[in-house]
């Protein structure tokens, strides 16, 4: 399976974007708060919580900003009332398509998620629908940086991972979800570089459509990230070198 690592291209470059609207933060701070209300409000005694700070460290987000949105899901203060909640669809040529969103209000997101998917030629599907076609797993990214793949990769699944995949410069490397914190902290004890650590749907096994279709559905994610209760976009579609190309 490849290609994971160019969904993280295109996402890094729209983050930019994000990042200048404030976007990013908003979002940043929704995943801390759901993943404090997920176990204790500590990060040390609760993985996603750490991994959801340590991605927000990584995005410069401010350590009051941190520390408000663990205090709010915590009842210290305010009263956020997030949930989180999955939506399952369709996108051009019929890939699969896995939506994570953060919301206060069930009927505003669907009814935002539905019209995105409904002008792209996409629907909106069932519960169940898409979901047999992902796993929930942790991943990592760790910039190859000269080091040789296959002794980082041995170094991963002594570490616990699962699977280890080499795409360009980066490795790529999926944990059970239990799994993605010990895992990155042995990786970080190696002395290795981890430029990302997070949970995410990983299809079983990918699509590759028309380049047409392909860069639609491209343009379907961004648009679908774009939605302020929206925080992630999974899909089972294989980019190939040429999409991406024309996509950026």
Not at 179 to 207: C, D
Not at 223 to 240: A, P
């Amino acid at each position: 399976m490849s290609g994971h690592s160019k969904w993280s291209t295109i996402k890094r470059q729209k983050g930019a974007a994000d990042a200048k609207r404030g976007q990013l933060f908003t979002k940043l701070a929704r995943e801390i708060t759901i993943a404090t209300k997920s176990g204790l409000p500590d990060p040390d005694s609760n993985p996603r919580l750490r991994i959801a700070v340590d991605r927000a460290r990584a995005a410069s987000m401010p350590k009051d900003n941190i520390e408000r949105a663990i205090q709010r899901a915590a009842g210290l203060t305010g009263s956020d009332q997030y949930e989180e909640l999955f939506y399952e669809g369709y996108g051009p040529g019929g890939t699969a398509i896995m939506i994570q969103a953060q919301t206060d209000n069930r009927n505003r997101t669907v009814g935002e998620v539905r019209a995105v998917l409904t002008r792209a030629g996409g629907t909106l599907g069932e519960n169940g629908s898409v979901g047999w076609m992902f796993d929930q797993m942790g991943i990592l990214e760790i910039p190859l940086s000269g080091a040789d793949a296959d002794e980082l990769s041995l170094e991963a699944i002594d570490a616990g991972a699962s699977d280890v995949e080499v795409e360009g410069d980066t490795v790529v490397i999926y944990t059970e979800p239990a799994e993605l914190h010990t895992v990155r902290e042995a990786m970080l004890s190696a002395g290795r570089e981890v430029a990302a650590a997070q949970l995410t749907m990983r299809p079983k096994t990918l699509v590759e459509p028309e380049a047409d279709a392909a860069i639609k559905v491209i343009r379907l994610v961004e648009k679908l990230e774009d939605l302020d209760d929206v925080q992630e976009v999974f899909t089972n579609v294989d980019i190939s070198d040429d999409v991406l190309a024309a996509a950026m």
